[in-house]
Structures are given as structure tokens and as C-alpha cells.
């Protein structure tokens, strides 16, 4: 489909909704009338990344919340909203944070370019950079670094939505909920597990710390 025409779009959206019924007669009448996901997806607003077709699912079944370079903080009501309604009224199980290898916003920060306004969210991928500042210069190169900030960052968003009064309320009434850290590859389509899974706010702190040595580990085998 050649690119620069909104007309376009309109006409694949017809192609595509055709595409659907046929596939499946009620696939529209069952989203009109159900909407229970287990899963909110935390990831970047780059358009490569996109959040259902990655893990194979279909409209429906993955709650979607972007923004650049995957931030969570604690300030960001539009985040936060979102997460309040995935875990209180749509009762999601998963919680995934996802970044991606090749992440713009994480290279603009690492070389400290100036793009305007996005400075100042992207400040805060630089706070990940210069609280992990010794590790990120002791054992990477310079070839390896974006993706080893990137993984960092993850993990980092990882503890942020755990410390979130919307999560840690939902572990104090015993609700079934993970908070998961991956790391999406535009190269081969794969996510990586960064193996920090936190089901209740008593074992964030050793999952975290076990997180940052095992990346340390692998950080300092390819260095």
C-alpha cells in the first residue's frame, strides 16, 4: 500500500474488516460484547512495535498503554489511569513492561541529543543511566551500551509500576497480578525475558537485585 494518502487507510481498514468476517462471522459481535484481557502491555510508542501481533494476540485480549521509550513514573496520570483501570476493573493477571533493542528515545538520551521538548520525559531514561552509571562504563563497550541501557530501563519501569499505589493496593488485597520486564528485538521479532517477575511487593527487592547481577553476568561475557 503506497504511503501518504489517509485514503488509503480508509480503504484497508475496509479490506481488512471484510477480511475479518470472513475469517470469522461473529469476530466484531464478540468485541462489542466482551472485553476481558489478562494482560496490560507497558511499551514504546515506536510503530515497529506492535504490542498484539508480536505475542499473537488478537484484538480483545491485550490491554495497551505506550508513550516513549516505555517511562513509568509516578506523575504520569495518563499511565497511571491506565493501569488503575487494567487492575481494578478489568482485573488483569500480567502486567509487561516492554522496551525494545534499537529504541530511539534510549539512544537520544545515552548520547544526550537534543530533540526539544521530549527532553525532559526522556530525562528520565537518563536518571536509569546515571544510577547504573559505574556498571554500564565498568563492563560494556560502547557497541553494546543502547542495549544494555535498555534493559536496565526495563527493569528500572519494572520496579516503578510495582511501587505504584494502584499494584502494591492489589497485592494487599491478595489479587492475583505479575509484573513482568522484556525486551522486544527488531532484528530476529523476538522478546527476551529479562527474568524479573514480581507477584508481591516482599520479593521485589531480591528479584530486582538478581535481575541486575544475571544482566551483569551476560553483560561481562560479551563485553
Not at 51 to 69: K, S, T
Amino acid at each position: 500500500m503506497p504511503l501518504g494518502s489517509i485514503h488509503n487507510l480508509i480503504d484497508s481498514n475496509r479490506r481488512w474488516a471484510f477480511r475479518m468476517t470472513q475469517q470469522d462471522s461473529a469476530f466484531f459481535q464478540r468485541l462489542v460484547n466482551q472485553h476481558t484481557p489478562e494482560y496490560l502491555w507497558i511499551g514504546c510508542s515506536d510503530s515497529r512495535v506492535p504490542a498484539n501481533e508480536i505475542v499473537g494476540l488478537l484484538p480483545g485480549e491485550l490491554f495497551v498503554h505506550r508513550n516513549v521509550a516505555n517511562v513509568v513514573i509516578h506523575t504520569d496520570l495518563n499511565c497511571l489511569s491506565v493501569m488503575q483501570y487494567a487492575v481494578e476493573v478489568l482485573k488483569v493477571k500480567h502486567i509487561i513492561v516492554c522496551g525494545h533493542y534499537g529504541c530511539g528515545g534510549i539512544e537520544a538520551a545515552l548520547e544526550n541529543k537534543k530533540l526539544g521538548l521530549i527532553d525532559n520525559w526522556l530525562r528520565h531514561v537518563q536518571d536509569v543511566q546515571q544510577k547504573h552509571q559505574q556498571r554500564l562504563a565498568e563492563n560494556l563497550s560502547e557497541k553494546i551500551m543502547p542495549d544494555a541501557l535498555c534493559e536496565l530501563h526495563v527493569i528500572e519501569q519494572v520496579v516503578n509500576v510495582c511501587r505504584t499505589t494502584i499494584v502494591r493496593e492489589a497485592w494487599e488485597r491478595e489479587q492475583n497480578l505479575t509484573v513482568h520486564g522484556w525486551v522486544y528485538s527488531l532484528q530476529d521479532g523476538l522478546v527476551k525475558d529479562l527474568e524479573i517477575s514480581v507477584a508481591g511487593i516482599k520479593e521485589l527487592d531480591s528479584t530486582y537485585e538478581t535481575a541486575l547481577d544475571r544482566l551483569s553476568a551476560c553483560s561481562a561475557g560479551t563485553a
